[in-house]
Protein backbone atom coordinates (compact mmCIF):
# COMPACT_ATOMS: atom_id res chain seq x y z
CA UNK A 1 0.00 0.00 0.00
CA UNK A 2 1.64 3.38 -0.79
CA UNK A 3 1.96 5.75 2.57
CA UNK A 4 3.72 8.38 1.49
CA UNK A 5 2.16 9.64 -1.95
CA UNK A 6 4.01 13.21 -2.69
CA UNK A 7 0.88 14.24 -4.64
CA UNK A 8 -2.15 12.96 -2.52
CA UNK A 9 -3.71 15.81 -0.87
CA UNK A 10 -3.83 14.51 2.68
CA UNK A 11 -1.56 16.66 4.81
CA UNK A 12 1.19 13.88 6.03
CA UNK A 13 3.30 14.96 9.13
CA UNK A 14 2.41 17.50 11.95
CA UNK A 15 5.82 18.96 10.78
CA UNK A 16 4.07 19.07 7.02
CA UNK A 17 1.15 20.63 9.16
CA UNK A 18 3.14 23.34 10.37
CA UNK A 19 5.02 24.09 6.80
CA UNK A 20 1.09 24.14 5.50
CA UNK A 21 0.48 26.55 7.99
CA UNK A 22 3.08 28.87 7.47
CA UNK A 23 2.21 29.98 3.51
CA UNK A 24 -1.66 30.07 4.79
CA UNK A 25 -3.03 32.94 3.81
CA UNK A 26 -4.73 34.56 6.60
CA UNK A 27 -6.92 37.00 4.69
CA UNK A 28 -8.89 36.65 1.81
CA UNK A 29 -7.25 39.42 -0.04
CA UNK A 30 -3.95 37.11 -0.09
CA UNK A 31 -6.25 34.27 -1.01
CA UNK A 32 -5.35 33.20 -4.71
CA UNK A 33 -8.19 32.19 -6.86
CA UNK A 34 -11.84 30.53 -6.67
CA UNK A 35 -12.93 34.42 -8.00
CA UNK A 36 -16.34 33.74 -7.45
CA UNK A 37 -16.47 31.49 -4.32
CA UNK A 38 -14.56 34.88 -2.37
CA UNK A 39 -17.00 37.20 -4.43
CA UNK A 40 -19.99 35.69 -2.88
CA UNK A 41 -17.92 34.99 0.70
CA UNK A 42 -17.11 38.76 0.94
CA UNK A 43 -20.80 39.45 0.45
CA UNK A 44 -21.81 37.07 3.61
CA UNK A 45 -19.26 38.14 5.46
CA UNK A 46 -19.66 41.78 5.11
CA UNK A 47 -23.57 41.69 6.06
CA UNK A 48 -22.90 39.55 8.47
CA UNK A 49 -20.68 42.22 9.86
CA UNK A 50 -23.06 44.76 9.42
CA UNK A 51 -26.06 43.20 10.80
CA UNK A 52 -23.62 41.90 14.00
CA UNK A 53 -24.58 38.53 13.69
CA UNK A 54 -22.69 35.19 12.99
CA UNK A 55 -22.62 33.89 9.61
CA UNK A 56 -25.15 31.31 8.27
CA UNK A 57 -24.13 27.82 8.76
CA UNK A 58 -21.29 26.95 5.78
CA UNK A 59 -20.20 23.69 4.06
CA UNK A 60 -17.39 23.71 1.96
CA UNK A 61 -17.11 20.32 -0.46
CA UNK A 62 -14.43 19.23 -2.96
CA UNK A 63 -11.32 17.40 -2.96
CA UNK A 64 -8.62 17.62 -0.48
CA UNK A 65 -5.92 20.11 -0.83
CA UNK A 66 -7.95 23.00 -1.90
CA UNK A 67 -8.71 25.60 0.51
CA UNK A 68 -11.44 24.35 2.39
CA UNK A 69 -9.69 24.41 6.11
CA UNK A 70 -7.42 28.04 5.39
CA UNK A 71 -11.30 29.17 4.11
CA UNK A 72 -12.31 28.33 7.30
CA UNK A 73 -9.52 29.79 9.41
CA UNK A 74 -9.77 33.07 7.02
CA UNK A 75 -13.34 33.43 7.70
CA UNK A 76 -12.63 33.26 11.70
CA UNK A 77 -10.28 35.81 10.73
CA UNK A 78 -12.06 38.61 9.15
CA UNK A 79 -14.99 38.14 11.43
CA UNK A 80 -12.56 38.63 14.01
CA UNK A 81 -14.19 35.31 15.82
CA UNK A 82 -12.36 32.39 17.16
CA UNK A 83 -12.22 28.71 15.28
CA UNK A 84 -12.80 25.62 17.37
CA UNK A 85 -11.79 22.63 14.61
CA UNK A 86 -12.01 19.16 14.75
CA UNK A 87 -13.40 16.30 12.57
CA UNK A 88 -15.66 13.85 11.82
CA UNK A 89 -14.04 10.63 12.71
CA UNK A 90 -12.40 12.38 16.00
CA UNK A 91 -16.16 12.89 17.52
CA UNK A 92 -17.29 9.78 18.65
CA UNK A 93 -18.82 10.70 22.34
CA UNK A 94 -22.24 13.48 22.12
CA UNK A 95 -20.22 14.67 25.37
CA UNK A 96 -17.23 15.65 23.84
CA UNK A 97 -19.22 17.76 21.37
CA UNK A 98 -21.71 18.83 24.16
CA UNK A 99 -18.23 20.11 25.75
CA UNK A 100 -17.17 21.46 22.59
CA UNK A 101 -20.79 23.51 22.47
CA UNK A 102 -21.94 24.89 25.41
CA UNK A 103 -18.09 26.47 25.32
CA UNK A 104 -18.48 28.42 21.89
CA UNK A 105 -19.39 31.72 22.50
CA UNK A 106 -21.61 34.65 19.85
CA UNK A 107 -19.94 34.50 16.73
CA UNK A 108 -17.38 31.45 17.33
CA UNK A 109 -16.38 29.25 14.53
CA UNK A 110 -17.00 25.50 14.77
CA UNK A 111 -14.64 23.78 12.11
CA UNK A 112 -15.86 20.28 11.48
CA UNK A 113 -13.41 18.61 9.00
CA UNK A 114 -14.75 15.24 7.52
CA UNK A 115 -18.18 16.28 8.52
CA UNK A 116 -19.66 13.18 6.09
CA UNK A 117 -17.97 10.96 8.72
CA UNK A 118 -20.13 11.85 11.32
CA UNK A 119 -21.96 8.93 13.63
CA UNK A 120 -25.58 9.02 13.07
CA UNK A 121 -25.60 9.48 17.23
CA UNK A 122 -23.95 12.68 16.89
CA UNK A 123 -25.38 13.77 13.34
CA UNK A 124 -28.79 13.91 15.67
CA UNK A 125 -27.10 15.61 18.39
CA UNK A 126 -26.31 18.41 16.31
CA UNK A 127 -29.21 19.25 14.45
CA UNK A 128 -31.00 21.23 17.14
CA UNK A 129 -27.82 23.07 17.88
CA UNK A 130 -27.33 24.24 14.49
CA UNK A 131 -31.32 25.12 13.72
CA UNK A 132 -32.27 26.06 17.19
CA UNK A 133 -28.88 26.81 19.06
CA UNK A 134 -29.52 24.38 21.88
CA UNK A 135 -28.63 20.66 22.06
CA UNK A 136 -31.45 18.07 23.90
CA UNK A 137 -29.58 16.37 26.42
CA UNK A 138 -30.97 12.85 27.82
CA UNK A 139 -30.04 12.80 31.36
CA UNK A 140 -30.82 9.41 33.48
CA UNK A 141 -32.66 6.27 32.18
CA UNK A 142 -35.93 4.51 31.79
CA UNK A 143 -38.66 5.70 33.79
CA UNK A 144 -36.63 8.30 35.05
CA UNK A 145 -34.88 9.48 31.74
CA UNK A 146 -35.59 13.84 31.03
CA UNK A 147 -34.50 15.99 28.36
CA UNK A 148 -32.76 18.98 29.62
CA UNK A 149 -32.67 21.60 26.98
CA UNK A 150 -29.14 23.64 26.87
CA UNK A 151 -29.22 27.17 25.29
CA UNK A 152 -25.84 27.58 22.97
CA UNK A 153 -24.39 31.08 21.46
CA UNK A 154 -25.46 31.97 18.01
CA UNK A 155 -22.08 29.70 16.51
CA UNK A 156 -21.53 29.06 12.86
CA UNK A 157 -20.93 25.44 12.03
CA UNK A 158 -18.31 25.86 8.73
CA UNK A 159 -18.16 22.01 7.68
CA UNK A 160 -15.62 20.51 5.14
CA UNK A 161 -16.26 17.48 3.03
CA UNK A 162 -14.98 15.86 0.15
CA UNK A 163 -18.13 13.51 -0.88
CA UNK A 164 -20.92 16.15 -0.82
CA UNK A 165 -22.71 12.84 -1.40
CA UNK A 166 -22.43 10.93 1.64
CA UNK A 167 -23.74 13.84 4.00
CA UNK A 168 -27.09 13.15 5.01
CA UNK A 169 -30.00 15.47 3.41
CA UNK A 170 -30.93 16.46 7.11
CA UNK A 171 -27.40 17.88 7.41
CA UNK A 172 -26.97 19.23 4.37
CA UNK A 173 -30.22 21.02 4.41
CA UNK A 174 -29.54 22.83 7.66
CA UNK A 175 -26.28 24.63 6.05
CA UNK A 176 -27.41 27.82 4.54
CA UNK A 177 -24.27 28.68 2.48
CA UNK A 178 -22.45 25.86 -0.13
CA UNK A 179 -19.57 26.34 -1.94
CA UNK A 180 -17.83 23.62 -4.21
CA UNK A 181 -13.89 24.15 -4.22
CA UNK A 182 -12.71 22.83 -7.72
CA UNK A 183 -9.45 22.27 -9.09
CA UNK A 184 -6.76 25.40 -9.75
CA UNK A 185 -5.69 26.21 -13.22
CA UNK A 186 -1.56 26.23 -13.61
CA UNK A 187 -1.89 30.54 -13.58
CA UNK A 188 -3.36 30.23 -10.64
CA UNK A 189 -0.92 27.38 -9.17
CA UNK A 190 1.76 29.60 -10.40
CA UNK A 191 0.79 32.07 -8.20
CA UNK A 192 0.60 30.36 -5.40
CA UNK A 193 3.56 28.94 -5.76
CA UNK A 194 5.61 32.37 -6.43
CA UNK A 195 4.31 33.68 -3.23
CA UNK A 196 5.07 30.67 -1.34
CA UNK A 197 8.64 30.90 -3.17
CA UNK A 198 8.54 34.63 -1.23
CA UNK A 199 7.47 33.29 1.74
CA UNK A 200 10.22 30.70 2.16
CA UNK A 201 13.08 32.98 0.71
CA UNK A 202 13.84 30.96 -1.95
CA UNK A 203 14.94 32.02 -5.59
CA UNK A 204 12.72 30.45 -8.10
CA UNK A 205 12.60 31.04 -12.41
CA UNK A 206 9.24 31.68 -13.76
CA UNK A 207 9.89 28.60 -16.02
CA UNK A 208 10.03 26.37 -13.13
CA UNK A 209 7.29 27.87 -11.12
CA UNK A 210 5.15 26.88 -14.43
CA UNK A 211 7.01 23.35 -14.32
CA UNK A 212 5.57 22.81 -10.74
CA UNK A 213 2.28 24.67 -11.43
CA UNK A 214 1.30 22.08 -14.74
CA UNK A 215 2.70 18.64 -12.00
CA UNK A 216 0.80 19.79 -9.14
CA UNK A 217 -2.74 18.62 -10.25
CA UNK A 218 -4.46 21.48 -9.09
CA UNK A 219 -4.19 21.60 -5.88
CA UNK A 220 -2.42 24.04 -4.07
CA UNK A 221 -1.25 21.68 -0.89
CA UNK A 222 0.38 19.70 -3.96
CA UNK A 223 2.23 22.80 -5.40
CA UNK A 224 3.40 23.87 -1.85
CA UNK A 225 4.59 19.89 -1.15
CA UNK A 226 6.26 19.63 -4.80
CA UNK A 227 8.19 23.32 -4.19
CA UNK A 228 9.28 21.61 -0.40
CA UNK A 229 10.55 18.85 -2.74
CA UNK A 230 12.47 20.76 -5.30
CA UNK A 231 13.96 23.45 -3.06
CA UNK A 232 15.45 20.13 -0.85
CA UNK A 233 16.82 18.55 -4.04
CA UNK A 234 18.53 22.27 -5.49
CA UNK A 235 19.71 22.72 -1.36
CA UNK A 236 21.60 19.35 -2.23
CA UNK A 237 22.56 19.34 -5.61
CA UNK A 238 22.99 23.12 -6.47
CA UNK A 239 23.26 26.75 -5.65
CA UNK A 240 20.04 26.85 -3.81
CA UNK A 241 18.21 28.85 -6.88
CA UNK A 242 15.41 26.76 -8.63
CA UNK A 243 15.64 26.72 -12.61
CA UNK A 244 13.98 24.21 -14.82
CA UNK A 245 16.06 21.98 -15.24
CA UNK A 246 16.24 21.06 -11.51
CA UNK A 247 12.95 21.65 -11.13
CA UNK A 248 12.50 18.83 -13.78
CA UNK A 249 14.74 16.67 -12.13
CA UNK A 250 13.13 16.87 -8.77
CA UNK A 251 10.54 15.92 -9.80
CA UNK A 252 10.97 13.69 -12.26
CA UNK A 253 13.02 11.47 -8.99
CA UNK A 254 9.85 11.83 -7.31
CA UNK A 255 8.36 9.67 -10.04
CA UNK A 256 6.02 12.66 -10.69
CA UNK A 257 5.51 12.71 -14.42
CA UNK A 258 4.96 15.79 -16.76
CA UNK A 259 1.07 16.27 -15.88
CA UNK A 260 1.76 15.39 -12.51
CA UNK A 261 0.44 11.51 -12.19
CA UNK A 262 2.58 9.50 -9.81
CA UNK A 263 2.54 5.81 -9.39
CA UNK A 264 -0.96 5.20 -7.98
CA UNK A 265 -2.33 6.71 -10.39
CA UNK A 266 -0.32 5.22 -13.33
CA UNK A 267 -1.22 1.99 -11.35
CA UNK A 268 -4.56 2.76 -11.46
CA UNK A 269 -4.95 3.37 -15.10
CA UNK A 270 -2.64 0.07 -16.12
CA UNK A 271 -4.68 -1.94 -14.15
CA UNK A 272 -7.71 -1.22 -15.64
CA UNK A 273 -6.21 -1.26 -19.00
CA UNK A 274 -4.26 -4.51 -18.19
CA UNK A 275 -6.41 -6.35 -16.15
CA UNK A 276 -10.18 -5.29 -17.09
CA UNK A 277 -9.40 -4.43 -20.64
CA UNK A 278 -9.92 -0.77 -19.87
CA UNK A 279 -12.88 -1.17 -17.70
CA UNK A 280 -15.77 -1.07 -17.02
CA UNK A 281 -14.62 -2.40 -13.72
CA UNK A 282 -16.04 -1.32 -10.05
CA UNK A 283 -14.01 0.38 -7.13
CA UNK A 284 -14.11 -2.71 -5.21
CA UNK A 285 -12.36 -4.47 -7.37
CA UNK A 286 -9.81 -1.91 -7.83
CA UNK A 287 -9.24 -1.55 -4.67
CA UNK A 288 -8.52 -5.33 -3.81
CA UNK A 289 -6.18 -5.29 -7.34
CA UNK A 290 -4.24 -2.48 -6.04
CA UNK A 291 -4.73 -3.67 -2.56
CA UNK A 292 -5.48 0.09 -1.62
CA UNK A 293 -8.44 1.36 0.65
CA UNK A 294 -11.78 2.44 -1.62
CA UNK A 295 -11.70 5.76 0.17
CA UNK A 296 -8.16 6.62 -0.43
CA UNK A 297 -8.82 5.59 -4.52
CA UNK A 298 -12.47 7.37 -4.51
CA UNK A 299 -10.88 10.35 -2.48
CA UNK A 300 -6.94 11.31 -3.65
CA UNK A 301 -6.80 8.96 -6.77
CA UNK A 302 -10.02 9.29 -9.05
CA UNK A 303 -10.63 13.33 -8.74
CA UNK A 304 -8.10 14.48 -10.79
CA UNK A 305 -7.92 11.53 -13.85
CA UNK A 306 -11.75 12.04 -14.05
CA UNK A 307 -11.33 16.10 -14.26
CA UNK A 308 -8.82 15.56 -17.23
CA UNK A 309 -11.06 13.10 -18.44
CA UNK A 310 -8.27 9.77 -18.13
CA UNK A 311 -11.30 8.03 -16.01
CA UNK A 312 -14.88 7.82 -16.62
CA UNK A 313 -17.11 7.04 -14.28
CA UNK A 314 -19.99 4.43 -15.39
CA UNK A 315 -23.00 3.19 -13.90
CA UNK A 316 -21.17 -0.23 -14.40
CA UNK A 317 -17.74 1.01 -13.01
CA UNK A 318 -14.89 3.23 -14.19
CA UNK A 319 -13.42 2.89 -17.38
CA UNK A 320 -10.25 4.70 -18.93
CA UNK A 321 -10.50 7.18 -21.81
CA UNK A 322 -8.07 6.67 -24.93
CA UNK A 323 -6.42 9.79 -24.28
CA UNK A 324 -5.26 8.45 -20.57
CA UNK A 325 -3.73 5.23 -22.71
CA UNK A 326 -2.33 8.04 -25.44
CA UNK A 327 -0.35 9.19 -22.32
CA UNK A 328 0.97 5.95 -20.91
CA UNK A 329 1.72 4.52 -24.09
CA UNK A 330 -0.35 1.87 -24.65
CA UNK A 331 -3.25 0.68 -26.73
CA UNK A 332 -6.22 -1.37 -26.19
CA UNK A 333 -6.67 -4.06 -28.90
CA UNK A 334 -9.50 -2.76 -31.09
CA UNK A 335 -12.65 -4.82 -29.78
CA UNK A 336 -11.83 -3.21 -26.11
CA UNK A 337 -11.86 0.66 -26.84
CA UNK A 338 -13.71 2.38 -24.29
CA UNK A 339 -16.31 3.86 -26.13
CA UNK A 340 -16.65 6.66 -24.30
CA UNK A 341 -16.88 9.91 -25.86
N1 LIG B 1 -1.85 28.44 -0.19
C1 LIG B 1 -2.68 27.41 -0.34
N2 LIG B 1 -3.75 27.78 -1.04
C2 LIG B 1 -3.60 29.07 -1.35
C3 LIG B 1 -4.37 30.00 -2.06
N3 LIG B 1 -5.50 29.67 -2.66
N4 LIG B 1 -3.91 31.26 -2.16
C4 LIG B 1 -2.75 31.58 -1.59
N5 LIG B 1 -1.97 30.75 -0.92
C5 LIG B 1 -2.39 29.50 -0.80
Redesign the pocket.
Known amino acids: MTRERIISGEIISPEEESF?LS???KQLN?????KKLKDKLRVSIEAARRRQEACEHILFYGPPG??KT?LAHIIANEMKTRLVATSGPSLSRTGDLMGILTNLGDGDILFIDEIHRLSPTIEEFIYPAMEDFKVDFVVDKGAFAKVINIPLKRFTLIGATTRAGLLSPPLRDRFGLYYHIDF?PPE?LK??LT??AKLLEVQITDEAASEISRRARGT??V??RLLRRVRDFVTVKADGKIDIDLARKALDAEGIDNIGLDNLDRKLLKVIIDYYKGGPVGIEALGATLNEEIDTLVDMVEPYLLKIGFLQRTRRGRMVSNEACRHLGVKLNQKDQPNLF
Not at 30 to 34: A, L, P, R, T, V
Request: proline letters at 9%; glycine letters at 10%; hydrophobic letters at 25%.
Open positions: ILRPEYIGQLGTYEEIRSPRAN
